[in-house]
């Protein structure tokens, strides 16, 4: 049982270029999440999946799509990278909505120059 | 909108002593409220959470309080350790069906030998 998994583990990006960071679980649970997490500023949302087949926008949405391509996996994609987009990206998935603990992948480090 | 302050952003004590980390949060609807501990370089692992129907948790030297009248939940960590040393996030729940957190900004915990 993997949980929560993630790659790349690392990326730098140029200014303007894209990329897809990946996420899976086999822990069969319905809800995904994706954060990303600056220091002093804590894991802020950037989007989520409540259910296979439904995303919405979380706190800080703009710059990011996502793809929930079946209920194992959460794809998120900058679409054209900014310095700003520095960051660690963490995804996440719970059992269910209604309030139970999330599993964290490892994290994704994201350097855009 | 929906928001999490936490209190101190950082936090040292020695070995044996108790560490209390502080929140307060906005949506009086939030009902689930976990605290996550993150070492450094990995992912953020659940230590306790507590519902909003329970006033008191406990599991070992950790405790949790929430006071849902005040919008105020407390982490109680006792007999401290230097494995202890870490950053520590407490969450609440974010509005609707959708098992959104709503994340603190973070204390980094250094527990000195």
């Known amino acids: 049982n993997a949980g929560v998994t993630q790659t790349p583990k690392f990326q730098v990006l140029k200014t303007g270029q894209s990329m897809t960071l990946q996420c899976a679980q086999d822990?069969?649970?319905?809800?995904m999440y994706w954060y990303r997490q600056d220091p002093g500023m804590g894991l802020r949302l950037i989007y989520y999946?409540?259910?296979?087949?439904?995303?919405d926008k979380g706190e800080v949405p703009n710059g990011y799509n996502v793809s929930r391509l079946n209920k194992r996996e959460f794809s998120l994609r900058l679409e054209s990278a900014a310095p700003s987009q520095t960051s660690v990206y963490f995804c996440?998935?719970?059992?269910?909505?209604?309030?139970?603990?999330?599993?964290f992948g490892p994290g994704t480090r994201l350097t855009v120059t | 909108g929906e928001n999490v302050e936490q209190h101190p952003s950082t936090l040292s004590v020695q070995e044996g002593d108790s560490a209390v980390i502080k929140c307060t949060y906005s949506?009086?609807?939030?009902?689930?409220f976990p605290w996550y501990k993150q070492e450094l370089g990995k992912r953020p692992q659940l230590i306790i959470d507590?519902?909003?129907?329970?006033g008191e948790k406990k599991d070992q030297r950790i405790a949790v309080t929430l006071n849902k009248t005040a919008k105020h939940f407390s982490l109680h960590i006792t007999e401290t350790q230097p494995e202890d040393s870490a950053v520590y996030f407490c969450a609440a729940s974010g509005s609707g069906n959708t098992g959104k957190l709503i994340f603190g900004q973070g204390t980094t915990l250094q527990v000195k030998p």
């Open positions: 999946s409540a259910s296979e087949g439904t995303t």
């Open positions: 996440a998935s719970v059992w269910d909505y209604r309030g139970y603990e999330q599993y």
């Open positions: 507590i519902r909003s129907n329970v």
């Open positions: 822990m069969n649970h319905n809800s």
């Open positions: 949506d009086s609807a939030s009902n689930y």
